[in-house]
């Protein structure tokens, strides 16, 4: 396959204002995930920059090329396309994974895990997923879960829904879905032509405009999920384990 690794990112996030700029160890987060995708060295990195802010604090960076996008664009997907459409006009590259901005932790080998399930040749969509680690987790609503069997010992299995409630129900274990996609570019350019689906609107969750679509979504398992940054309380525990790495290195 020959992917191309996305990260949209504006400054007008909802809960936490600014985020992608936000100081982590004296850099912006967006510079500690676009550093990580490089690190992945799966191919190029684009930030899909909706604000000049967000293009100067990647500009220079090795291995990573930013570009303005219409800060109006309704969502990351969007952002990502448009990115995607103005670097690879010709279509050299068949598949795109949209890493989103506030993962500055994201481990690099983890981004090539999104791809199995395109790599088996089923699926529209790869998406990453970590087991529930705890009853906090499990019902927190930020913290999407998502309905999905992995038989016998495969790492690869069908999503069926997502939600933002548990899912489902019964014994068993529990999914947290991890913000990172890997989409089949044609996949991609017809998504964002859909107008947002009834379950979407409801839910707060673009996945289920693909699902509602008839589009297959395939879920790879990793170990963690990384912590992501939605919130200061999230940004806090961000720069913690940033430090605590840093002693330990």
Known sequence: MRPIIVIPSRIASTRLPRKALAEIDGEAMVVHVARRAVAAGLGP??????????????????????????????????????????????GQYDCVINLQGDLP??????????????????????????????????????????????????????ALYFSRSVIPWGEGAYWHHVGVYAWRCEALARFVTLPPSGLEVREKLEQLR???????????RIETAPLGVDTPEDLARVRASVREQALCQ
């Open 45 to 90: 990195v684009l930030v899909a920059a909706g604000d000049e802010e967000i293009r100067k604090a990647v500009a220079g960076m090795a291995g990573v090329e930013a570009l303005l996008t219409d800060p109006a664009l309704p969502s990351g997907s969007d952002r990502v396309q448009a990115a995607l459409k103005a670097y690879d006009p010709q």
């Open 210 to 220: 693909a699902l509602e679509a008839g589009m297959t979504i395939g879920c790879a």
């Open 105 to 158: 932790l994201v481990e690099p080998t983890t981004l090539r895990q999104a791809l199995r399930p395109l790599e088996e040749g089923q699926f529209d969509i790869g998406t990453l997923v970590a087991p529930v680690q705890s009853l906090a987790e499990r019902d927190a609503d930020s913290v999407v879960k998502v309905a999905c069997t992995f038989r016998n010992d495969e790492d690869v299995a069908r």
